[in-house]
């Protein structure tokens, strides 16, 4: 059955766009509205996210992850941006979502900026709309998912436009309830935390997926400048 993606309607000023795409996204077929990028935040808008999302952050992790890609379903417990540096194991230029799953707590480590030499440094993100890939939500670490955006979701680099630093952090953070049920894709080396959450290939694509145990759930796309697919 063909994904149904839609227009992300909570998006703000979006003048530039996710990686090189026009400001109205691209049609995928007959049937499907076009996808946007989601937009940056105004200009006037507060340049740090919500410190308080950080509250509850741990230095205490479990170690059930295996060294592999998959799937991490569980409960935001805290997100850490790159200006909370009060929180055990902060990161200049990550996001960290802490997320408890097993009666424990793991790091998911989100790029939102570039540490590609010579490259355009802002991270380029699309959000849309679709069922969860990889069986329905269920609290653990599954590495039998995979993900790719161009054909498990029907999203192409013309659907993303970039974001600053704090401006994706907070657009990011917004989005994200505390306690709210999130799933993950992401690469591990085992332990406590993953990474690489966005555009890889292989199948090994990170993404973040809100409501995914609702009728609609949300995906948070990532890629780098250089990357075209």
Known sequence: MPIRLRLDERALLAPLLFAACGSGGT???PDAPAVRADAAVRADAPRVADASKAA??????GSALTSSFGRLDGKVLAIVAPADQQCPRPN????????TMGGASY????????????????VQVAEV?????????ADGWHTDATLDYATTLAVHADAFAPLELEALVRNVSDKIAIGAPIS???????GDSAHLVHRNGNGHDGAIVLDPTGAAPRWLLF????QTF
């Open 56 to 61: 509850q952050c741990t230095g205490q992790f």
């Open 129 to 137: 709309s679709a069922p969860l890939a990889g069986g329905a939500f």
């Open 27 to 29: 049609a995928l077929g």
């Open 92 to 99: 200049g230029d990550h996001l960290i979502l802490e997320v």
């Open 107 to 122: 790091r998911m480590v989100v790029n939102v900026q570039s540490d590609r030499a010579g490259a355009d440094v802002r």
């Open 223 to 226: 890629r780098f400048v250089d």
């Open 184 to 190: 993950v894709y992401a690469t591990s080396s085992g």
